[in-house]
């Protein structure tokens, strides 16, 4: 394959004979200005070094506004470096997401990283409106029909016309360093269904749990995943230590121990710099033992001097455990291969579940006894138009009592233990959690509202650390069946249930 600057980073992360590393860039907010040209310096000499394969940048971190990745990767591009696009969904709908993708196309930015993002914080004028109309599972197959075949539908503009094929190279991330059951089950259950829905590489959420960062690698050598997988290091000041270990960057855990370590260091002539270097340093180490296929490495107010100090000192450690000295776990973390109860009995599941299930299957699976009741019942309420308003309004008063409904028109209670996660997660996720939850507690809401999912988690029977496995994808909703009725919706065929067993019959 002829090298490209954007082809840099699939080949040398595709190779397994090489150690792969990116380093992450942040844009700041607006299109000029000191920090975008030190990034660029940065860049120039992290090029001419060459240990560095790709500049990853970020889409709005932190949900705050923020120079385009699209820009700075062309700016990347055009120097020679090979840029990996970060590609959130928390401000596109999916129309711009395909435009997006088209554009980086254009562009020959081919390396993207599909993140669901973090919930939209400040604005102009105020908070902005978070979108969220695809996540990462539904992104990843968006990517993947344009990677094969992807014809525009009849009766839709551009139909039955295929588009040519795009061979983006797309990656997602997990995070190995939750610390209940119930949300480090359900992050792995999300890899792979993101790797089912394309991904071609993994990269980690940061962290400094040393045995989580060895759970990953483990979790993916029994699941048989052959993709590589990066570990996020990153080499936070003092200042960002503290905020991370107040739980204010989502999904990201910094334990006190490593914090009044940190504090400590601070007292030094170097104020610290070198021994988080240092630490760093043996993190790579470690990870490169266990079999990572490269590093991901982001901080603040990292120079070039310092990231090449701390390369060095990487490879200089490759002989020696290190992994002992830069391990601080979060007390009470719960470990996949040490706390998963594998003999444990049956869960007792709730009297509320079983009762919603019982019935949920009388009326909507096929060998349900009211099933054929039911469907008749309804595909003939459909040619009345006042019936179909009763039915409507019967079905809303009903699920909104027992379930928060929001009348979505595309019901996937069934799927999330009979909790709406239209009304119940702030960012409407369908296909298990974002990663953003802290000990349990929704990104959105810290130390107050415990993750939809968390809860979804207790109360059904799935999933389940000793039978972790991929689900199918939810497909995106159809807006044009907001504030209709599901169950007409589902007996005619036009939700999801319909969608799905369509795919499925095209892949048989
Ligand atoms: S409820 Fe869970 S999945 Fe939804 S936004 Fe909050 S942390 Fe993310």
């Known amino acids: 394959m002829h090298q490209t ?7 040398s992360i595709t190779n397994s004979r090489e150690f792969t590393v990116t380093y992450e860039l942040v844009p700041g907010r607006g299109s000029g200005g000191k920090r975008l040209e030190n990034i660029l310096q940065l860049a120039d000499l992290a090029k001419n070094d060459g240990r560095i394969k790709a500049f990853s940048i970020t889409d709005n971190p932190g949900g705050h506004p923020a120079l385009s990745p699209t820009s700075l990767g062309l700016d990347l591009q055009t120097m020679g470096i090979s840029p990996l ?3 959130s969904l928390k401000d596109k709908n999916r129309n711009m997401a395909e435009s997006q993708l088209f554009e980086s196309h254009r562009h020959d930015l081919m390396n ?8 939209p914080r400040h604005g102009f004028q105020g908070q902005a409106m978070p979108v969220f109309d695809l996540d990462s599972t539904q ?5 993947s029909r344009l990677r094969h075949d992807f014809t525009v539908k009849k009766g839709r503009p551009g139909q039955a016309m295929a588009l040519p094929t795009i061979d983006f190279f797309a990656g997602c991330v997990v995070s190995p360093f939750k610390t209940r059951e119930s949300e480090q089950v359900w992050q792995y259950v999300k890899l792979l269904t993101k790797i089912q829905c394309g991904a071609q590489f993994v990269i980690s959420q940061l962290g400094f749990d040393m045995l989580k960062y060895e759970e990953l690698i483990r979790f993916a050598s029994d699941q048989k995943l052959f993709i590589p997988i990066m570990a996020n290091i990153f080499v936070p000041t003092l200042a960002v230590a503290r905020i991370m270990n107040q739980g204010r960057v989502p999904g990201v855990i910094l334990p006190n121990a490593l914090l009044q370590q940190m504090e400590r260091e601070a007292k030094s002539s170097d104020k610290g710099e070198e021994a988080r270097l240092l630490r760093a340093a043996k993190m790579i180490a470690a990870v490169r033992k266990v079999g990572y296929a490269g590093i991901h490495l982001g901080g603040n107010k990292l120079t070039f001097e310092s990231i090449s100090f701390l390369l060095d000192q990487a490879e200089s450690f490759t002989d020696t455990d290190q992994a002992e000295e830069v391990h601080f776990p979060e007390p009470s973390t719960w470990y996949l291969y040490n706390n998963c109860a594998k003999k444990q009995k049956q869960r007792n599941l709730p009297i509320r579940y079983r009762a919603n299930n019982f019935i949920h299957k009388q009326l909507f699976a096929e060998k349900g006894m009211l099933f054929p009741l039911f469907s008749n019942f309804s595909l003939r309420v459909q040619t009345n138009k006042y019936a179909k308003k009763l039915y409507t309004f019967a079905e809303h008063l009903i699920k909104k009592f027992l379930f928060h409904c929001r009348m979505c028109g595309d019901c996937t209670l069934a799927e999330s233990s009979y909790l709406c996660p239209q009304s119940g997660c702030p960012k409407r996720m369908v296909n298990g959690p974002c990663g953003g939850s802290i000990d349990g507690y929704c990104e959105v809401y810290p130390k107050e509202k415990i993750c939809f999912w968390v809860r979804s988690y207790h109360r059904g029977p799935e999933p389940d650390c000793r039978k972790i496995h991929k689900l199918k994808s939810i497909p995106p909703k159809d807006w ?8 007409l919706n589902y007996f005619s065929g036009k939700d999801h249930v319909r969608l799905q067993i369509k795919e499925k019959q095209s892949d048989d």
């Open 5 to 11: 600057a954007s082809n840099v980073f699939r080949e």
């Open 85 to 87: 696009l970060h590609f």
């Open 112 to 119: 993207i990283l599909v993140l669901g993002g973090d919930y």
């Open 139 to 143: 992104l990843l197959t968006l990517i």
């Open 480 to 487: 044009s069946l907001n504030q209709t009725s599901s169950w």
